[in-house]
C-alpha cells in the first residue's frame, strides 16, 4: 500500500531534550517535505527536500533540522526542543515538484513541556 | 507566509445541503489545489486545477479559478455527514506549497 509513515505518532518531551521524528514513503517519491499545524495558522512548511541530500528551509525552519540520506526516508530533527515547537507535525511526499498532489502521513503530536 | 487564504472559516449546513468555501491568494501560480483533513488526521488531496483552467469536476466537488482575481472556490454539492472536516486550498510557489488556514465545514444530520 502507498503510503507515507510517520513515528511517533504522539510525543510527550521536556525542554531541551533532542528528538527526532521519523518519516518514510515507500512511493520513490522525490519531494518531501515537514509542515507543522497550529490552531489558526493552518499549515506552515518547516524543510523540504527535492532529492537526497538536497534540502532547504521552508517558512519556519528555526529549531529544526532535516537530513536526506536517502530517497524514502526524511527525519525531522529537533536539537534542543521548546515549549513553542509544541504542534502537530505532518510529513508529506510527492512524486516531483510539490505542484503535484502532495501525500500526507498521519501526524505527530508532540508536546514539549 | 501563507500564500492562500480561505473563507468563511467556519460554515455549518444541513445534510443535503451544497457548501461553498473560497480562497484568495497573493502571487501568481501554476495550479492550485485543495485538501481535506478529518478532525487532527492528515491531509487528503482532493482535486488540482491548473491556471490555464477555469473549472473542475471531481465527483460531487467543483472547483473554479479565476487567476485575474486571484480566486478559487470549492464547491460541494449534496453534502453528507462525512464531509464534516477541514478544507484547505493550497499554491504551488517555487519549490514548495503554501497552505491557508483552512475552512471548517461542518454537516448537520
Known amino acids: 500500500e502507498a503510503q507515507v509513515t510517520q513515528n511517533p505518532r504522539y510525543l510527550i518531551t521536556v525542554t531541551g531534550k533532542k528528538l527526532t521524528v521519523t518519516c518514510s514513503q515507500n512511493?520513490?517519491?522525490?519531494?518531501m517535505s515537514w509542515y507543522r499545524q497550529d490552531p489558526g495558522l493552518g499549515l506552515r512548511q518547516i524543510y523540504y527536500?527535492?532529492?537526497?541530500?538536497?534540502?532547504d528551509k521552508g517558512d519556519v525552519p528555526e529549531g529544526y533540522k532535516v537530513s536526506r540520506k536517502e530517497k524514502r526516508n526524511f527525519p525531522l530533527i529537533l536539537e534542543s526542543p521548546s515549549p513553542n515547537q509544541t504542534s502537530l507535525y505532518f510529513c508529506?511526499?510527492?512524486?516531483?515538484?510539490?505542484?503535484?498532489?502532495?501525500?500526507f502521513g498521519p501526524g505527530t503530536r508532540l508536546t514539549v513541556l | 507566509s501563507q500564500q492562500g487564504e480561505e473563507d468563511p472559516q467556519a460554515l455549518s449546513i444541513q445534510e443535503g445541503e451544497n457548501a461553498t468555501m473560497n480562497c484568495s491568494y497573493k502571487?501568481?501560480?501554476?495550479?492550485l489545489q485543495w485538501y481535506r483533513q478529518n478532525s487532527g488526521r492528515g491531509l487528503v488531496h482532493l482535486i488540482l486545477?491548473?491556471?490555464?483552467?477555469r473549472e473542475k469536476h471531481s465527483g460531487r466537488l467543483r472547483v473554479t479559478l479565476d487567476t485575474s482575481k486571484k480566486s478559487s472556490s470549492l464547491l460541494i454539492t449534496a453534502s453528507r455527514a462525512a464531509d464534516t472536516a477541514s478544507y484547505f486550498c493550497a499554491t504551488d510557489a517555487p519549490n514548495k506549497l503554501s497552505f491557508g488556514a483552512g475552512t471548517t465545514v461542518t454537516v448537520r444530520a
Open positions: 512511493m520513490n517519491h522525490e519531494y
Open positions: 508529506a511526499s510527492s512524486l516531483l515538484a510539490p505542484g503535484n498532489e502532495q501525500f
Open positions: 486545477i491548473r491556471s490555464n483552467e
Open positions: 502571487t501568481s501560480i501554476n495550479n
Open positions: 527536500s527535492m532529492n537526497v541530500e538536497v534540502t
